[in-house]
């Protein structure tokens, strides 16, 4: 089975940067695996952040769009995002997930790390 793990979470400010990563410990995947961040805030709902199909092809929460970058390093088996110019709203558990399906909802992933902590404020 599919093995995630995530790291770069931390404590910043407003306006600081984060790089988050997931190793995925399995090379076994399909040609349409896509791989994608979700962030979960305490009493909300799991929210998509990001995604990155096998065609090189991204999307973005209206969010984090064009702070924050997704990509995929796939000799090593990594996920990446890039955080930029953090907001305090984007404190929350930031977890991965991959899978065949290519949507950004968590019903289309059975598979997710433990998570990662973000926490931006003053």
């Known amino acids: 089975q599919v093995q995630l793990t995530e790291s770069g979470g931390g404590s910043v400010q407003p306006g600081e940067s984060l790089r988050l990563s997931c190793v995925i410990s399995?090379?076994?995947?399909?040609?349409?695996?896509?791989m994608t961040w979700f962030r979960q805030a305490p009493g909300e709902e799991r929210e998509g952040v990001a995604l990155?199909?096998?065609?090189?092809?991204?999307v973005y929460a209206a969010s984090v769009k064009g702070r924050f970058t997704i990509s995929r390093e796939d000799a090593k088996n990594t996920l990446y995002l890039q955080m930029n110019s953090l907001k305090p709203e984007d404190t929350a558990m930031y977890y991965c997930?991959?899978?065949?399906?290519?949507?950004?909802?968590?019903?289309?992933?059975?598979?997710w790390g433990q998570g990662t902590q973000v926490t931006v404020s003053t």
């Open positions: 990155i199909d096998n065609y090189g092809g991204t």
């Open positions: 399995s090379g076994n995947r399909n040609s349409v695996m896509c």
């Open positions: 997930a991959a899978g065949p399906r290519c949507v950004l909802q968590p019903s289309a992933f059975g598979y």
